[in-house]
């Protein structure tokens, strides 16, 4: 059965540093979507893409945090600088076509700022 | 402005009974709902979903529900087993953007 892909799947950091996620998505998912889930709380959407373009960044703190997916497959999602409240799982999500409600979630990438 | 909402954070059902999670929403523009369930360390998985024209939707052992004009959706796992213990997340989802909103979550722990 086909997966979204993310690594790593952990990563520890200081604050003020960089950090970068990948995501790869289902084969054929022109839709890829990234969501930050804060403990205790559901997973709230950072960024959308359909293929190489984006939908949806409302809720993406644009001065630390940037999103690409250059040839509309595989995704790259940045922290610079990583902040203390940034700590967090980041998923990625694909779906076959932007209006479906049934997408399909990455394994995450646990995110600790020191 | 929590949009959806989850009032039960965790609820224990025996196994072989039902398990019932519910979830309310406010904004009336949602009109695909959806549950998600997620395991600890892992990314959620999709489990069933409606669309507001419907109240109900069935797939083995799960069934969604949807009253409209209460603004409520229940999930019903009958019977309920122990491998079904994971936190359950409400999502809806409005007809002119596909992100989901998703609710803070059930945690369901079915005992033996």
């Known amino acids: 059965e086909a997966e979204v892909a993310q690594s790593p799947r952990y990563k520890i950091t200081e604050k003020s540093q960089a950090v970068a996620f990948w995501c790869d998505p289902i084969?054929?998912?022109?839709?890829l979507y990234w969501y930050r889930q804060i403990l205790g709380q559901g997973p709230e959407l950072l960024v959308q893409f359909q293929d190489e373009s984006v939908v949806d960044d409302s809720q993406l703190p644009k001065d630390r945090f940037s999103a690409e997916r250059l040839k509309g497959v595989d995704s790259t999602l940045k922290i610079q600088p990583a902040e203390l409240g940034d700590s967090a799982m980041y998923l990625c999500?694909?779906?076959?076509?932007?209006?479906?409600?049934?997408?399909?979630f990455g394994p995450g990438t646990r995110l600790l700022v020191l | 402005d929590q949009q959806v909402k989850q009032n039960s954070p965790s609820l224990s059902v025996q196994e072989g009974r039902i398990s019932i999670l519910n979830c309310d929403y406010t904004?009336?523009?949602?009109?695909?709902f959806l549950w998600y369930k997620k395991y600890p360390a892992e990314g959620p998985t999709f489990l069933i979903s409606i669309s507001s024209i419907k109240d109900k939707n069935e797939d083995g052992r799960f069934t969604v529900f949807l009253n409209k004009s209460a603004k409520h959706l229940s999930l019903h796992i009958v019977p309920s087993q122990p491998g079904d213990s994971a936190v359950y997340f409400c999502a809806a989802q409005t007809g002119t953007a596909s992100k989901l909103t998703f609710g803070t979550g059930t945690r369901l722990q079915v005992t033996l």
């Open positions: 999500a694909s779906s076959p076509k932007i209006r479906t409600g049934d997408q399909y």
């Open positions: 904004n009336s523009m949602f009109d695909y």
């Open positions: 084969s054929g998912h022109a839709t």
